[in-house]
């Protein structure tokens, strides 16, 4: 008796992995002219107040966890980044936004003449041929 069990438990974990591997597959419904693609399934490990706190404010917005992930997942790979900023754990370095605004602002109230592209390309072809000159003497 335990033996055919066995069996009847093989054969059923054998359906769910065909089952699988055809639902895996991206297949076209030709009466929509849509095509759907193969689903993944992805967990998550939260702490069970922070899981509890993000349920109830997905079910404020209106959807589920599992679509507010999805959201998050296209929004990446839309934009190929992270949609907001992860900062570092020292609140007091400044970011790089800060330290442009810095530069820029030093920049405009430098008392140093606007240098036009020809300028700036000038001094760089200038240091490029001084660097060469020095590796030629070495």
Do not use: W, Y
């Not at 095509?35 to 209106?62: N, P, Y």
Request: glycine share 2%.
């Amino acid at each position: 008796m335990g033996e055919k069990v066995e069996k009847n438990l093989v054969n059923q974990k054998n359906i769910q992995i065909f089952a699988g591997k055809m639902m895996a597959k991206c297949f076209h419904d030709v009466t929509k002219n849509i095509q759907i693609m193969a689903q993944s399934a992805v967990t998550v490990r939260l702490d069970s107040e922070m899981k509890s706190q993000f349920d109830e404010l997905c079910e404020q917005f209106g959807m589920s966890a599992n679509t507010a992930f999805n959201i998050f997942v296209k929004a990446v790979v839309r934009s190929r980044s992270i949609p907001f900023t992860i900062r570092g754990s020292r609140p007091d370095a400044p970011s790089a936004l800060d330290l442009f605004l810095q530069q820029r602002k030093a920049a405009e109230s430098s008392m140093e003449p606007e240098m036009t592209l020809d300028d700036i390309n000038a001094e760089i072809r200038a240091a490029r041929e001084e660097r060469r000159k020095k590796q030629q003497a070495v």
